[in-house]
């Protein structure tokens, strides 16, 4: 079946403005989590969701970013006056349930976002 | 909080070559342990898991034991190939939620 997607696959803009980028999750699968990955860098946690309630936003690095997923299902990921620190491969990943640690993540290809 | 740490890198073997990529953690209580991997041009990949201690996860020829004593799961093959040729990532879950902690990733080239 289709995986996690995510679109745009490059998004470049300038300083100040605002993106916004969106991820389709495996149908089915309640959870859903953004991450950042800089370069040379693993993966950090941005947010987590399940179903359409945002269970963990600890991961977001300032009032900036900002999460939804009104149906519970697709997701957007909003930033709000651009920085170039901001410049990373922004990855989506979805799973069946979220519970405890054991529930496997698939990741979508990413979004790599440049501001310049 | 909790933390994964890998190794430095990057790793260049010959063909056929054992494989080993070291891989520590911190962590409160028992958290799953993943290898994850990222081939050139692809999205990260599970590799392989294991849950609890003294569980080995396999795919692929490839393994690791989670080692709750020395809070370790090192990756580990017998016989590389070229298609290996990838970055390998550690990572963690606590018990209490699903958010992956990630190690920084080590790139591994095999060549013929």
């Known amino acids: 079946g289709a995986g996690v997607s995510q679109t745009p696959s490059n998004k470049v803009t300038e300083k100040g403005k605002y993106v916004e980028l969106r991820c389709d999750p495996i149908?089915?699968?309640?959870?859903l989590y953004w991450y950042r990955q800089s370069l040379g860098q693993g993966p950090e946690f941005l947010i987590y969701?399940?179903?359409?309630?945002?269970?963990?936003d600890s991961g977001l690095p300032n009032d900036r970013f900002f999460a939804v997923r009104p149906e519970g299902s697709v997701s957007t990921l909003k930033i709000q006056r651009t920085e170039r620190g901001d410049s990373a491969v922004y990855l989506c990943a979805s799973s069946l349930s979220g519970g405890g640690g054991t529930d496997t993540q698939y990741f979508g290809p990413g979004t790599r976002l440049t501001v310049l | 909080g909790n933390s994964v740490t890998q190794m430095e890198g990057p790793v260049t073997l010959s063909e056929e070559a054992f494989l080993t990529i070291n891989c520590t953690y911190t962590a409160t209580g028992y958290p799953s342990l993943f290898w994850y991997v990222q081939y050139p041009g692809e999205g990260l990949q599970l590799l392989l898991k294991a849950t609890k201690a003294d569980d080995k996860g396999s795919n692929k020829g490839f393994e690791a034991t989670y080692r709750k004593e020395t809070t370790s799961f090192h990756l580990e093959k017998g016989s590389v190939q070229v298609s290996d040729s990838a970055v390998y990532f550690c990572?963690?879950?606590?018990?209490?939620?699903?958010?992956?902690?990630f190690g920084k990733g080590i790139t591994l080239s095999v060549r013929p």
């Open positions: 969701f399940q179903g359409t309630g945002a269970a963990d």
């Open positions: 990572a963690l879950t606590p018990r209490a939620n699903s958010k992956l902690t």
């Open positions: 149908s089915g699968h309640t959870a």
